[in-house]
T-cell receptor
């Protein structure tokens, strides 16, 4: 158990809908990362937050947005969903958000868009 | 553009043998390289980190090398066991906040 929690575990929705994925980092970790993993794309970095502020941005679509709250939990919002958004979404956390730090991954949310 | 390439083929090996995985990169100057293990449907789990000024790192049956001239890291699992069957990801941290992952190599260890 990494100490990172993600909810929900599974999500089935329709195209055009909006969903919110939630992540709680390990106790003491200030930085949260979001990744998307699909069969043909591997693990793709989406966005990183550190202590409530956006720190780095990857290949995140404009339809997607995220935030980190004062209690350090984070939410990833996916809107106008398309079939191609079906994937595993992972949240990870690290202590200070530096690339050399170990990232602790949550169990993921499996999103299926029908 | 920056590229990270891992063994494109899955690796099937006999129990007890050594598995060797490669991670090659281009257009990168990583200061750190990490290896993660991922089991199907689960999040990656950190295994080892090696810095650019380190040639080799070991942890139990795992060994990682890092050659910045060749732009390559090798990951070895010695005395492999069926429980080592998983996908192994390399990740590069080029001195900023972002960690970039390779696509991974799937290892299957036969009993």
């Amino acid at each position: 158990d990494s100490g990172v929690t993600q909810t929900p575990k599974h999500l089935i929705t329709a195209t055009g809908q909006r969903v919110t994925l939630r992540c709680s980092p390990r106790s003491g970790d200030l930085s949260v990362y979001w990744y998307q993993q699909s069969l043909d794309q591997g693990l793709q970095f989406l966005i990183q937050y550190y202590n409530g502020e956006e720190r780095a941005k990857g290949n995140i679509l404009e339809r997607f947005s995220a935030q980190q709250f004062p209690d350090l939990h984070s939410e990833l919002n996916l809107s106008s969903l398309e079939l191609g958004d079906s994937a595993l979404y992972f949240c990870a956390s690290s202590e200070n958000g530096w690339a050399q730090e170990t990232q602790y991954f949550g169990p993921g949310t499996r999103l299926l868009v029908l | 553009s920056q590229k990270i390439e891992q063994n494109s083929e899955a690796l099937n090996i006999q129990e007890g043998k050594t598995a060797t995985l490669t991670c090659n990169y281009t257009n990168y100057s990583p200061a750190y390289l990490q290896w993660y293990r991922q089991d199907p449907g689960r999040g990656p789990v950190f295994l080892l980190l090696i810095r650019e000024n380190e040639k080799e790192k070991r942890k139990e049956r795992l060994k990682v090398t890092f050659d910045t001239t060749l732009k390559q890291s090798l990951f070895h699992i010695t005395a492999s066991q069926p429980a080592d069957s998983a996908t192994y990801l390399c990740a590069l941290g080029p001195n900023d906040y972002k960690l970039s992952f390779g696509a991974g190599t799937t290892v299957t260890v036969r009993a």
